[in-house]
C-alpha cells in the first residue's frame, strides 16, 4: 500500500466537533518520516471539555448498547478520519512498528470490545444487585461518578479496549491518547461520535502532560498507564488506577518436563511482537534453567527481521537511534548474566532509519535477581532457577502467572497470593486473556458500587 504524501491531520475530537489547534506535534513512522499532526490541545480547551462532559446526561442503556455495537462494525469495516480499515492498519504499523499482522489482529479485538463492552462491564457486577426490587428492597449497581479519563499508552491498539467500559457504564469519558501511536485512539473516537455518541459523551484530548494531570484532577476517576513511576504516584488514590509494567511470568515445577512446554514459553514471550504486558518477562525453573534457555533461544534466533508492514513480520520496529538506545540499555542491565540470545546485539538495522528489535535470552544465577523485573518492549525474557525454598517472593508483581505444574498444594498458594493478579496452570500462555474475564481485576470494580435501594425497581441509567 503506497504511502500518503501528505501529514494526515488527527484533529482533538470535542464536544464541537473536530478541532484543528495552531500547537500540533508530528507523529513519525519507524523511519523517521512524519505521517501525521496531533492537534494538542490547550489548558483551557481541556477545561471546558471536561464541562460539558459533566453537565451531559448519558445516553440511555439501551441506545448506548446498540451505539457500541455500531462503533464496532464501523471500527472494523468503515472509512474514518480519512483511513480505510486497510490504510489504519498500514499506518498504525508504520508508527507503532508493530507487524501488520499484529495490528491487523488487534482491529478484530477492538471491533469486538467496542460491540461487547457493555456485557464485558457488567461481568463485575455483584449477583445481589441483579435481583428486582422486592421485599425490604435490593442492591443497586451505581457510578462512583460521571466523569472519567483514560490516559492510554501507545504500546498496543488492543489497549482501547478497556477503557470504552466506562462509555457504556454510563461514564461521560476524557480520552488522552499516545502521542507516540494516536491513530488507533482517534479510529476508536471517531467509531464512537459515528454511531451515535456526542462529542459530550466521549472527547479525545491530545494534550502533553501538564494538560493530562489536569484531565486526571478534574474528573472524578481516572486510569493511567505508565511505569513504575505512575504506579507509584497513584498507588494510594482511591480515585486513580494505575496499570504499570506486566512482568508475567512462567514457573516449571521438577515434576515438569520443560522441553515439552517450548511451544507455550516461545508464545508467551514473542506473540504480539513481545510489546503486550501480558508477554513473559521471565521463566522460573526449578532446576537447572540452562536446557529449556537454549531451547528458547534457539527458536527465537530463527524468527527473520523485517519491516513492520511485510505480511511475515513478527518482530518489533524501532527508529535505529531508539533502538540502539534500547539494546544498550538491555546491555548494562543483563551485566553477568549469561546471554543465549542477543548478548552480542539485539538491533537488526534496515537501512531506512530504522531497526528491527530482535529477541534476547538471558540466563540468571538466583530468583530474586533483579533483572527478572526488568521488561523490554520486544521479546526479551530472563530465565532463572526456582527452589521451594525461594517461595513465591520472586513470582509475585506479575499480572499473569502461568504455571506449569502438577502440585496442586503450590496452585492453591499461587491462587490465593493477591500480588499475582492473573493465574494460568498448564499449556495457557500469559498473553492469552479471555473476553470477559478480568484483565487486572474487573474495571467495572473500579467504576461502580452498590448501594441499598427500596421504594420500587431500580431506574435505570
Not at 522460573?284 to 534457555?293: C, I, L, Q, T
Not at 546471554?339 to 538466583?366: C, E, I, K, M
Not at 506479575?398 to 499461587?414: G, I, M, N, W
Request: charged fraction near 20%; aromatic fraction near 6%; glycine fraction near 10%.
Amino acid at each position: 500500500m503506497p504511502d500518503s504524501a501528505e501529514p494526515l491531520h488527527l484533529d482533538a475530537l470535542g464536544p464541537g466537533g473536530p478541532y484543528r489547534t495552531h500547537e500540533t506535534d508530528v507523529v513519525h513512522d519507524v523511519t523517521g518520516r512524519p505521517v501525521a499532526r496531533l492537534s494538542m490541545v490547550p489548558r483551557l480547551y481541556a477545561r471546558r471539555t471536561l464541562t460539558a462532559l459533566r453537565r451531559a446526561e448519558p445516553l440511555p442503556l439501551d441506545e448506548r448498547v446498540a451505539a457500541l455495537a455500531e462503533a464496532g462494525r464501523l471500527f472494523a469495516t468503515a472509512t474514518l478520519g480519512g483511513l480505510t480499515p486497510e490504510r489504519y492498519e498500514h499506518t498504525v504499523a508504520r508508527v507503532s512498528g508493530l507487524p501488520l499482522g499484529t495490528v491487523r489482529e488487534s482491529t478484530g479485538t477492538l471491533a469486538t470490545g467496542l460491540a461487547g463492552a457493555y456485557g464485558f462491564a457488567s461481568q463485575a457486577r455483584p449477583r445481589g444487585s441483579r435481583d428486582s426490587a422486592h421485599g425490604a428492597g435490593t442492591a443497586a449497581w451505581l457510578r462512583r461518578g460521571e466523569v472519567f479519563a483514560a490516559l492510554t499508552a501507545g504500546n498496543h491498539p488492543g489497549i482501547h479496549a478497556q477503557w470504552v467500559e466506562a462509555l457504556a457504564l454510563g461514564y461521560r469519558v476524557a480520552l488522552r491518547p499516545s502521542r507516540r501511536e494516536p491513530l488507533s485512539a482517534h479510529r476508536v473516537v471517531s467509531a464512537l461520535h459515528a454511531a451515535g455518541f456526542g462529542g459530550d459523551q466521549v472527547a479525545l484530548l491530545p494534550s502533553d502532560h501538564g494538560v493530562a494531570d489536569e484531565l486526571v484532577a478534574g474528573a472524578d476517576l481516572a486510569i493511567v498507564y505508565g511505569g513504575d513511576a505512575v504506579v507509584d504516584k497513584y498507588r494510594a488514590s482511591t480515585t486513580v488506577l494505575p496499570h504499570g509494567p506486566g512482568r508475567a511470568k512462567i514457573l516449571l515445577t521438577a515434576e515438569t518436563d520443560a522441553l515439552r512446554h517450548l511451544d507455550t514459553i516461545v508464545h508467551s514471550v514473542s506473540r504480539q511482537a513481545g510489546a503486550e504486558c501480558a508477554n513473559t518477562t521471565a521463566v522460573f525453573v526449578e532446576g537447572d534453567p540452562a536446557p529449556v534457555a537454549e531451547a528458547v533461544a534457539a527458536r527465537l534466533a530463527a524468527l527473520p527481521s523485517l519491516p513492520p508492514t511485510s505480511e511475515r513480520a513478527v518482530l518489533p520496529v524501532r527508529e535505529l537511534d531508539a533502538a540502539r538506545s534500547l539494546e544498550k540499555y538491555l546491555h548494562a542491565e543483563a551485566a553477568g548474566a549469561r546471554a543465549w540470545l542477543g548478548g552480542d546485539t539485539v538491533v537488526a538495522d534496515l537501512g531506512d532509519g530504522s531497526a528491527v528489535l530482535r529477541p534476547a535470552v538471558f540466563q540468571l544465577d538466583r530468583a530474586d535477581a533483579p533483572q527478572a523485573r526488568r521488561e523490554m518492549p520486544f521479546p526479551c525474557v530472563w530465565f532463572a532457577p526456582w527452589s521451594r525454598a525461594d517461595g513465591l517472593a520472586p513470582l509475585r508483581d506479575t499480572l499473569v502467572l502461568t504455571a506449569l505444574t502438577s502440585d496442586q498444594e503450590l496452585v492453591a498458594r499461587l491462587l490465593s497470593d493477591p500480588d499475582i493478579r492473573n493465574l494460568h496452570v498448564g499449556d495457557h500462555p500469559t498473553d492469552v486473556l479471555v473476553p470477559g474475564l478480568p484483565h487486572d481485576g474487573y474495571l467495572g470494580e473500579f467504576l461502580m458500587r452498590s448501594k441499598t435501594f427500596t421504594g420500587g425497581p431500580v431506574p435505570v441509567s
